[in-house]
């Protein structure tokens, strides 16, 4: 079976652009031109001037919060500020993780930084499960012994102010969280939204006890208050802990890797098994062993290998892709389809 690549560059590219160029894979049946565009510039910008955004925005709305609560005494709105002081917390911590997680490849972490971002949010869950069990402490002895709510509309216009900003920087941290993979930006912006929607659940309870007269109702929203944070607490540790512990890419995300493959086994006569995955922080990692005939040479599969590569990458930015070439016509090569090579290699070998 004959097989041949070659490689075409881009003319008249400006000086200080981006290398542009282009790999034709021939094939008897099929021929792929896979066009390049490669820039050593094209890197996550720092995200740590997100992180800034969110102390800032945590110590401006601590502020509002605590003076809405002395102005009403109102132990919904002390949950609030109990909450946003859980929030500087973790911005500080994000900007910690992502400080670190920006650090470049060294001997010691070959495969970066990005892990630490898992810590941040793990840290942020944790706090928000320990922030809920102060709300409940503090909700408790106002549902047994209610205390009536005073300066409800000084409160009320303090705390929608708080709100708003909360707003408006989640959104923004949700925004560059999806656009540059950051589960820390998303974390902390995950956790603004609760806070955004909790308070509007307690301004609405502090209406409704202006209105009604019954008191209880405001240590009954603050419990609730609690609820729904524990439910954040509980999902951000999860989704750390998975992080930590390799979990594969999402279900939707392989089978774009898988789409890749199955392409090139229809197209090319090639077969591929071993396929793993992982993500750490903002960068995935896919690893496949990439099976040929026998006859091809090295360089023929190299460069089939390369259009793989450059397939995935393409389709999921942000990726480093671990290709093992390995021959059709070898038994051994159907041997280490796990993590741990099976013995029968050894005897295939020995055959």
Not at 37 to 46: G, K, L, T, V, W
Request: hydrophobic share 50%; charged share 15%; net charge negative.
């Amino acid at each position: 079976m004959a097989i041949g690549a070659s490689l075409a560059a881009t003319q008249g590219e400006p000086a200080g652009s981006p290398l542009h160029f282009a790999l034709v894979y021939h094939h008897p049946h099929c021929s792929f031109r896979i066009p390049y565009r490669y820039s050593m510039a094209e890197q996550r910008p720092p995200l740590t001037r997100f992180a800034w955004l969110a102390v800032g925005a945590a110590l401006l709305t601590i502020g509002l919060k605590v003076g809405a609560y002395l102005l009403t005494g109102s132990v919904g709105l002390l949950s609030d500020a109990l909450e946003s002081l859980v929030n500087l917390v973790a911005a500080i911590a994000a900007l910690i993780a992502l400080t670190v997680a920006e650090k470049a490849p060294d001997e010691e972490h070959a495969f970066g930084h990005g892990k630490a971002e898992y810590f941040s949010s793990g840290l942020e869950g944790a706090l928000v499960l320990i922030a809920a069990v102060a709300i409940v402490v503090s909700a408790l002895p106002r549902l047994l012994h209610p205390v009536p709510i005073e300066q409800v509309g000084e409160g009320l216009a303090v705390s929608t102010l708080a709100t708003l900003i909360n707003l408006a920087v989640a959104q923004w941290l949700l925004r560059a969280g999806r656009r540059y993979r950051s589960i820390t930006l998303e974390a902390d912006a995950r956790h603004l939204m609760s806070d955004v929607w909790t308070t509007a659940g307690v301004l609405v309870g502090i209406a409704a006890v202006a209105v009604t007269g019954w008191t209880r109702l405001d240590p009954l929203i603050a419990l609730a208050v609690a609820a729904n944070i524990v439910w954040t607490g509980v999902g951000l540790m999860r989704r750390s802990l998975l992080g930590l512990l390799d979990t594969s890419l999402p279900e939707a995300e392989r089978r774009v890797v898988a789409a890749v493959l199955e392409r090139y086994q229809r197209e090319a006569g090639i077969q591929a098994h071993a396929l793993r995955t992982r993500e750490a922080g903002a960068r995935r990692f896919v690893s496949v062993h990439i099976l040929v005939p026998g006859s091809w040479t090295v360089h023929q599969g190299h460069q089939l290998l390369e259009a793989i590569e450059h397939d995935i990458r393409d389709t999921l930015p942000n990726t480093t892709v671990f290709t093992h070439l390995e021959s059709l016509d070898d038994p051994a090569s159907f041997a280490d389809t796990t993590l741990d090579r099976s013995p029968l290699s050894v005897k295939a070998k020995d055959a």
